[in-house]
């Protein structure tokens, strides 16, 4: 906690968090104490509360803190603190344990609209953001003295949801509701600074005003995908048919059919270095799309079907240096060597395609792909890479998915790099 109005709203984060499960250590810098009194923390927390480097019986509380630590939640941040912690300088046991730690930080600014959007702040955030570090937005609303503007504290059960996500507990048994990003933070900021798009559900292509033609996606592994990413640090574009919760920060594209996703990927495709397309795409859609309401009395109608422009292929053509290309396979590869047919299949995929990496599955086997929580994939590289992932959450199979790409990233740097006298024969 940080000295700052909104500390009073850090005792019902703390709250949240026992009553999530959470073991809090309470840290407070001077200026907190100022605002809300110890005892209210160490009573909530079970924990004496921190406030120096100095009066502790042990002579080092900030790297016990920060090495024990799964998760830092500063609430509230001040535009001091997020100074000191951009800056790297440590002036008081917090930003001393800010420095000291591995694990993923969360911070909950809070401040004046003045303060908030001055420069220096803006600046500092956006390093801070590079690095990997969570953030729960402030909102608008009622701030200290009366005025009104953005700066305000988000809601402290927001911030509780963001913690719990962070941790990837499942929400049912942290008793909250759901949190708005599943996915777990398995490598802490691996992909900071990274642009990534992501699609997601299956399209719909109309016949007419009230049907289409359609499939069974519901977009739960892009979703997941896209969750993983964000919390490795990555900026995500959620081009999407489908809306499910997502983190705050994430921003999303609606699209419907397969021509509107086309054309919403094709126009942000530039500023991504990685795309993934999670999304089944219609292959063919009805070429004609009757103006009204086709009428049973009429008879069945004849719908004559025509391709689409297959997305993923136009971008393997022209892709940009650098950008990792990553594609899907969903199959029916059952048999006696259903394995085989699935390898085989996605190794096609690779080709026809130009991705960097296909993600296959067999939707035939039980609890694989649409629709279900869970999934099974085996993941293949244009590089030689494979992966093959049993029956797991949708959520380890997009830490997977996120692993290939990062390693294929970081091949991909390591290869771009001019070779060393230690690396040469
Ligand atoms: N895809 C795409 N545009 C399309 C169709 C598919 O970008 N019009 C993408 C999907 O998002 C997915 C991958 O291509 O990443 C899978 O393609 P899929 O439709 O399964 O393969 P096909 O090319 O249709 O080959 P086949 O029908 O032989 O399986």
């Known amino acids: 906690m940080c000295g700052g109005i909104a500390a009073y709203k850090a005792v019902e984060v703390c709250r949240g968090l026992v009553d999530a499960g959470a073991f809090v250590s309470p840290v407070m810098t001077r200026g907190a104490t100022r605002f809300v009194g110890t005892v209210t923390f160490s009573a909530l927390a079970s924990e004496p509360v921190r406030i120096t480097l100095w009066d502790e019986p042990e002579p080092i509380p900030h790297t016990r803190l920060g090495q024990s630590a799964d998760l830092i939640v500063v609430v509230p941040a001040t535009a001091r603190l997020i100074g000191s912690y951009a800056a790297g300088i440590s002036s008081d046991l917090l930003t001393a344990t800010l420095l000291a730690t591995r694990a993923p930080v969360l911070l909950c600014p809070a401040m004046h609209t003045e303060m908030w959007e001055h420069p220096a702040v803006v600046d500092n955030m956006a390093r801070l953001r590079q690095r990997g570090v969570h ?187 650098g950008q990792v290309l990553v594609g899907f396979a969903a199959e029916t590869a059952s048999g006696e060597s259903a394995e085989g047919d699935l390898r085989s299949y996605a190794h096609q995929k690779l080709k026809t395609k130009g991705a960097d990496l296909i993600v296959a599955n067999d939707v035939a086997a039980p609890g694989v792909g649409f629709a279900h929580d869970t999934n099974a994939v085996l993941i293949v590289g244009a590089d030689g890479y494979e992966a093959e992932i049993p029956l797991a959450s949708k959520a380890e199979i997009a830490t997977a998915v996120v692993d290939a790409i990062a390693r294929t990233r970081h091949d991909r740097t390591r290869d771009m790099r001019p070779a060393t006298n230690e690396e040469q024969p």
Request: aromatic share 2%.
């Open 135 to 321: 953030v729960v937005e402030p909102v608008a609303g009622r701030l200290a003295g009366g005025d009104v503007g953005s700066g305000r504290l988000a809601d402290p059960a927001d911030i509780v949801a963001a913690a719990v996500a962070i941790l990837s507990v499942p929400a049912d048994l942290a008793g909250i509701e759901a949190p708005a990003t599943p996915g777990p933070v398995a490598v802490p900021g691996d992909l900071a600074g990274v642009t990534a798009l992501v699609t997601a559900g299956g399209t719909r292509e109309p016949i007419d005003p009230v049907r289409y033609v359609g499939n069974r996606s519901s977009g739960k592994q892009g979703y997941a995908i896209a969750a993983e990413l964000a919390a490795r640090g990555a900026r995500i574009i959620l081009i999407s048919t489908v809306e499910l919760a997502v983190s705050r920060g994430i921003e999303i594209v609606r699209v419907e059919t397969a021509a509107e996703m086309e054309a919403a990927v094709l126009a942000r495709a530039g500023q991504a270095e990685v795309i993934v397309m999670a999304a089944a795409v219609a292959d063919f859609r009805p070429k004609e799309i009757a103006p009204h309401k086709l009428k049973k009395g009429a008879g069945p109608p004849e719908v004559v079907l025509e391709p689409t422009p297959d997305i993923l292929a136009g971008l393997g053509a022209r892709r940009r240096p």
